[in-house]
């Protein structure tokens, strides 16, 4: 009863926290001395967009890395590690390279498309890469690093053949960015993300029973292999996704279950779902700080970069000390 009554308490802190972000976001507007009408014009077309933006990326990127922990049994699996941000980001890189001018105003639709196929295949060639060579999950990752290595060639290599306005574009979009929110990208996008997360947060209570092996897992009813490439699809999608609105955004996946676990143990069911909200926290703090400082729109990978780095070590740490 008191594990449940702890749940439950880690859940609402950190449903508040995401609350107070997002009123936080907003209010900003309204503190201005600015008429009433453009005050809710701003709300309704720029800053909910920009909320809903961070919310959804943040949340579908700590699920997928909770998810692909778990399935590819690697603390290391993350959907940039594993390859699928890279597949999602190369084929987003072309679409922004080579759309021609006439068709620049469709490419809300062309772009979430293009990352869908992009994360899908990088996917699919990893998990049949890895099946053929050792059928283990080390080997998903190390395909991943393979494919997420060529991807960041291959961009390199697009780098050579963009004009400035083009270079620019693509370096701010690799670096990652909410603010190229809108309601069109979103209404493309978001309904396929809260599927994505939809889907692994129910199966949490069946990644609990991959802890005991597959050999218990498929006595207690789990179709393993199922399991897990359902989730790599699952991962794929929504990571796509949101790729094809925020651009690359790097280590959410890997941090935040990897600091959760340490406070929060092992059940995927609790896991899970507070992953999202953290990482939708996180990305908040990062409009929170570009909103209030008027300075610059801040590169997001950066910003994850720099703070998850150290969170990483001093995770691990404490995780060998216990």
């Not at 953290?278 to 209030?292: D, I, P, Q, R, T």
Request: aromatic share 8%; proline share 4%.
């Amino acid at each position: 009863m008191a594990g449940k009554s702890a749940h439950k308490s880690a859940f609402l802190l950190a449903f508040s926290v995401s609350a107070v972000l997002v009123l936080a976001v907003l209010a900003r507007v309204w503190l201005q001395d600015t008429p009433l009408s453009l005050k809710q014009h701003i709300t309704l077309a720029l800053q909910i967009p920009l909320v809903l933006t961070a919310v959804l990326v943040g949340a579908v990127l700590a699920v997928s890395g909770a998810t692909l922990q778990v399935v590819l049994r690697n603390p290391l699996a993350d959907p940039g590690i594993v390859g699928i941000t890279s597949g999602a980001s190369l084929v987003a890189a072309v679409l922004l390279l080579i759309t021609p001018d006439w068709a620049k105003g469709y490419l809300h639709y062309i772009l979430p498309l293009g990352c869908f196929i992009g994360a899908l295949t990088t996917t699919f060639v990893i998990y049949r890469l890895a099946r053929t060579l050792l059928g283990s999950a080390t080997a998903v990752i190390l395909s991943g690093i393979a494919i997420s290595t060529l991807s960041g060639a291959i961009i390199g290599w697009l780098y050579l053949f963009s004009d400035a306005q083009s270079l620019r574009n693509l370096t701010f979009w690799l670096m990652g960015s909410v603010y190229q929110a809108s309601w069109p990208i979103l209404l493309v996008s978001g309904p396929i993300i809260v599927l994505s997360l939809a889907y692994q947060i129910k199966q949490a209570v069946y990644f609990n029973r991959l802890y005991a092996g597959d050999i218990a897992a498929l006595s207690s009813g789990v179709q393993v292999q199922r399991l897990t490439e359902k989730s790599l699809i699952a991962c794929a999608i929504g990571v796509g996704a949101a790729v094809s609105i925020a651009g690359a955004i790097a280590f959410v996946g890997l941090l935040v279950p990897h600091v959760l676990r340490l406070f929060l143990g092992h059940d995927n069911r609790l896991l899970l779902p507070i992953s999202g909200l953290c990482g939708a926290s996180l990305l908040l703090m990062v409009v929170l700080a570009s909103e209030y400082t008027g300075a610059i729109t801040l590169p997001v990978s950066m910003i994850t970069a720099t703070l998850g780095g150290p969170l990483l070590v001093w995770a691990l740490l404490k995780g060998q000390l216990r």
